[in-house]
DNA sequence: CTTGACCTTCCCATGATGGGAAGGCCCATG
DNA sequence: CATGGGCCTTCCCATCATGGGAAGGTCAAG
């Protein structure tokens, strides 16, 4: 299989197959005699491994360590779910960052115009003269 | 204000007041004779907005937007609306993303006996022969 | 006058991905 | 047999926001 059939077979670019190679994820079962990549069912299998990982929003480093307990067949289930927690505690951190900039922008949002007026309240606090932790909008003048 | 202290008045670290003046967001009020930059309050002012802007998630793209718009006196206030509410949406797209991972490990962390067998439904939904979609844990072999 | 703490510019690195050039290989069609 | 198109190869560059560090200039305190 050339790179460019593993590459529809594993759903992953040329492009992302060689670099994967040279981090040192994958390697091509053999080159053919012209120097192409050869690949068989394992390696596709591994792509669509490191696929699922990335889609899941492991790092490539994560991903290495779950690679190589895939393939590790004594390995302990401990250590893989040590890695998926530790995923999972790291992209519940993000998404509470980002759902408390949502609050934030929402209400700010919330007590702007948004017509044709300069005043602005979102302005107003990205400047520092907001008041963010209010509830309530400002009075705007008519 | 040397560009040490704007960077401690504003918080922004000295490495990124230059890049941002490099990329056309701030400029120094003037250089010293021996060629150092210069700031005043009104830069200071600007790198804290700028700041505020990062903390809240903006692209320096979108901070360039509204650090314009923060400067026309003239704006709409619905033209910061928009940034604003699209940056939201932007967000929530991937707090949804992210959520969506969460879910999927959760269940699959929690069928994982996470001990020493080696046994681990996380890695089997990886290599694709798992049965994420399944709410109940396969039986495992004891 | 030395020392240390600043400042300047310039280059490099990150992580994951894509774009593109230059050159080689192979197959099908004229 | 020749040519063209579609692969393949390696190599370099770009992204985004940030930091690290070298090499050299400047300044103030001891």
Redesign the interface.
Known sequence: MNIGEASKASGVSAKMIRYYEEIRLIRPKARSDNNYRIYGEDEV?GL??IK??R???FSLEETER?LA??QD??????A???V??S??AD??R??AE??A??K???H??HC?????????P??E????QGDAADEDCKPRRR
């Open positions: 299998h669509r491994f699922r990982e889609s899941l929003g779950l307990l895939w067949k004594e390995r302990e289930s401990g893989v779910k040590q998926a927690l995923h999972i992209l519940e993000r998404i980002m759902s900039m949502v934030t922008l929402k700010l949002a702007c115009g948004g017509d044709k007026r300069p005043d602005c979102i302005l606090d990205l400047a520092g």
